[in-house]
């Protein structure tokens, strides 16, 4: 079993019968969303999703989970996603798999949210991977240069067929080149005022629980509550 497995499996067993359960994009939320697919049609699960994008939607679909849209429920009991980078002090940077929007907004709405990785994900300081930044099309490029001005190395995120890519909220997205973030928190702030930013991938204080893949099996890392 692959480690992106392990985490899905033992973040599945945190779902429990009546829960409205926000689902997760990527690689790992596959397997989160496969486990609960299996235990809806095994073991009866009751349980109703509420998914993050059109990709992790056609999953659930295709297996059988109840879903609701986020707009038909006044809050999501836990949502389970994955990470790209997770920080020494449990912040996090997503939208590697360009969901960060509709992620963003089911993990506001949530009561409680667990993120799920491999060991790979878990560093000292976040930065090292491309920070996600989705924009409006209308005066993107004012955006770009304005990010190049603070030397912050933005590049467009592309389709494999070479074309700006479009996310399921009909943005483009910048990714910052930034190497390291030295304090989340000012650049969320400065992000979110940023005329033409709908959403960044910099998620602060969001989580309560990290489910970390190891070979020796998953660690179940609880975030101290603030
Ligand atoms: C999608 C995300 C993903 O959760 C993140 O990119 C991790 O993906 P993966 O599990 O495939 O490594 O934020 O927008």
Redesign the pocket.
Known sequence: MNL?ELVGIEAAKFVKDGMTVGL??????YYLVKELGRRVNEEGLKITGVVTSSKTEEQAKELGIPLKAIDDVESVDLTI????EISDDFQGV???????LF?KVVATYSKDCIWIVDESKMVNKLGNFPLPVEVVPFGSHNVFRLFESKGYKPTWRMTDSNELLTTDGGHYIIDLHLEVIEDPHALAAELDTCVGVVEHGLFIDMISRVIVGKPDGPQILEVPKK
């Open positions: 992106k997760g994009t990527g690689s790992t939320a996603d994955g990470a790209d997503k939208g590697g798999g360009a969901a960060l992620e």
